[in-house]
């Protein structure tokens, strides 16, 4: 079988990756700017367990130490750290290993407000496996429970950092087309976690809530999600939402209207209706302005018949959308497992000065050579948004999705993106691939 590329080439310096500068703010169509590429190590590629888009994170910060966690080729657990304005980094092979054979089986990692790293790896209905730093900035992580309850089907774990120095952790209990969201939280001060919901979303044993979520600048934790009616990724539909203002407590829908816990599809508010069958994925991003506005990206098909990128936001207590209508390629999304699919699953950030908001979509799309692209988009009162896309990393990432720093997006507003070749069989097949490098793209805005 050939052997991938290890595309050496395209990480020396002149090979520069481009983004938009800060002055895009409402004018979209500037020229990008460009940027930087640091090599942490050689990673696995034989799927996408590394570069899966629900990595929550791939990347994370305290201060100015970035930290980075992947698998290596042999399925062990590779944690890094660096100074952020270094593109020397310092690396541990752990003795942490996964299932990489598995693409569900994802590295989520956080630093937490004191400095201590927190993992969690190796999860698709398995047992909870979590570690945390013996001390602040460390790579040396000790195993250790969370709480004991309801970690025997744990899958899609992900971390959140609070405002106030809090981590919730969010994972399905149960299986597709059949299981819960179950939320917890850390607290800093006493070093351990405690369950705040044991069954926030309910499936009621027929179906399950694919979600995203994402924190904005006031503590608030907005959730959004789809409903998945059995293990077929075609029988998702619609996409729902709620808020919490009292980190994870109490939820309340868009209008401020309270929801009875835990949540159901008879409850939930449907932001956007979506039928079974339209193409549309699950597990994608949201963010949210300063305002704590929620905007959700994600694809289906919509009044054409190429699945495409679609927005969803909140404006003045009305749900708005915008179809991002640039693709050409059709596809169509059935069975079971993890996809083999032309387009990744997008990530999102905002930027806004003032009243003035820009949505930048990041994604890869078979259509464009499977480059890391950027749509962007300015809002204005009572105007399509009109999107502008640019091919801001040229070389092919293969099947790769985006996963970002989000702490760094949050304390200084650069964009760091995990970046690495990967192929994705359908179904979790396997492709032979030569380990590839793992990479940080460090923008300067």
């Not at 998945?228 to 407590?249: L, Q």
Request: proline residues 4%; glycine residues 6%.
């Amino acid at each position: 079988m050939k052997r991938l590329p290890m595309m050496r080439s395209f990480f020396c310096i002149a090979c520069c990756v481009c983004l938009l500068q800060a002055s895009l703010i409402a004018q979209p169509s500037k020229t990008p700017a460009a940027t930087q590429v640091s090599t942490v190590g050689l990673g696995w590629a034989g799927n996408t367990v590394n570069v899966a888009v629900f990595r929550r994170n791939a990347l994370t910060s305290f201060a100015d130490t970035q930290f980075v966690a992947y698998y290596n080729q042999q399925g062990y657990v590779v944690l890094g750290k660096r100074h952020v304005a270094d593109s020397m980094w310092q690396t541990l092979v752990t003795t942490f290993s996964g299932n990489v054979r598995d693409a569900h089986n994802v590295i989520s990692i956080v630093a937490d407000a004191e400095g201590y790293l927190h993992m969690a790896w190796d999860h698709h209905g398995h047992p909870l496996r979590y570690a945390r730093s013996i001390t602040p900035g460390s790579l040396h992580l000790q195993p250790m429970p969370m709480i004991g309850t309801q970690e025997q089907k744990v899958t899609y774990p992900e971390f959140h950092a609070l405002p106030n120095g809090s981590l919730i952790f969010l994972y399905r209990d149960g299986s597709s087309g059949n299981g819960n969201i179950v939320i917890n939280k850390y607290d800093v001060a006493i070093k351990k976690w405690r369950r705040v919901h044991s069954n926030l979303i309910d499936g009621e044993g027929l179906r399950n809530a694919y979600w995203q979520a994402c924190v904005d600048a006031k503590g608030r934790i907005h959730l959004s999600w789809v409903w998945r009616e059995s293990p077929d990724v075609a029988s998702n539909h619609d996409m729902c939402y709620a808020v919490s203002s009292d980190g994870g407590e109490t939820w309340q829908r868009s209008n401020g209207s309270n929801y009875t816990l835990p949540i159901n599809a008879g409850t939930a508010e449907v932001a956007w209706t979506i039928p079974q069958r339209s193409e549309l994925i699950n597990q994608t991003a949201m963010a949210a302005n300063d305002r704590g506005e929620p905007f959700i990206v994600s694809y289906w098909r919509g009044a054409g018949n190429v699945p495409q990128y679609q927005l969803l936001y909140l404006q003045k207590g009305k749900w708005q959308h915008s179809d991002l209508g640039f693709r050409k390629m059709n596809f169509t999304l059935s069975g079971m497992g993890t996809k083999s699919i032309p387009v990744s699953r997008p990530q999102i950030l905002l930027q806004q000065k003032g009243k003035h908001i820009t949505v930048h979509v990041i994604f890869r799309d078979a259509e464009r050579n499977n480059a890391v692209s950027i749509a962007s988009a300015a809002i204005y009162k009572k105007k399509p948004l009109s999107w502008q896309v640019y091919d801001v990393y040229q070389q092919s990432v293969g099947a790769w999705e985006p996963c970002l720093d989000i702490a760094q997006w949050t304390m200084n507003k650069q964009l760091h993106l995990f970046v690495q070749y990967a192929v994705q069989a359908d179904a979790e097949g396997l492709i032979h691939a030569a380990p590839q490098p793992v990479n940080v793209l460090a923008i300067k805005w």
